[in-house]
């Protein structure tokens, strides 16, 4: 299709709903990795929504700021693949390092902790 073309709706809504299922598998995607990697134990999974939910709030309110006051591009704002590789070798040092399984109880003090570390690390950087 050219520039002025308008596809077919049936073809608009298809291609809409295959760039949903990219933007929602990005988003995604970094919550599971973290969560993994903040050695949570046995609340791997409350964590994980945790996560999950507030990237999802924090896109949405970013890429509709962005839409309606910054340069008006249709983009979404989501979460960077750049920091895994910084937050898996964070996780790497000894005193960060995961000796919990998923069976065991570790404080939430210690995983947000660990996060809250990563979080200004990751700014930093």
Known sequence: YKANDRPPIALSLLFG???????????LTIPFIL??????GRDVY???VKLISSTFVVSGIST???TMLGMRLA????????????IQVFMLLPEYKCTATEND?????????KLAIESRWCRNA
Request: contains cysteine; charged residues 10%; hydrophobic residues 45%.
């Open 105 to 113: 109880f570790v404080p939430s003090e210690i995983y947000e902790n």
């Open 75 to 86: 983009l979404l704002q989501g979460t960077a693949f750049a920091y895994i590789p910084s």
């Open 17 to 27: 709903f295959q760039q949903v299922m990219v933007c929602v598998s990005a988003l």
């Open 64 to 66: 509709i700021i962005q």
């Open 46 to 48: 409350d964590l994980r």
């Open 35 to 40: 969560s993994n990697e903040l050695c949570p």
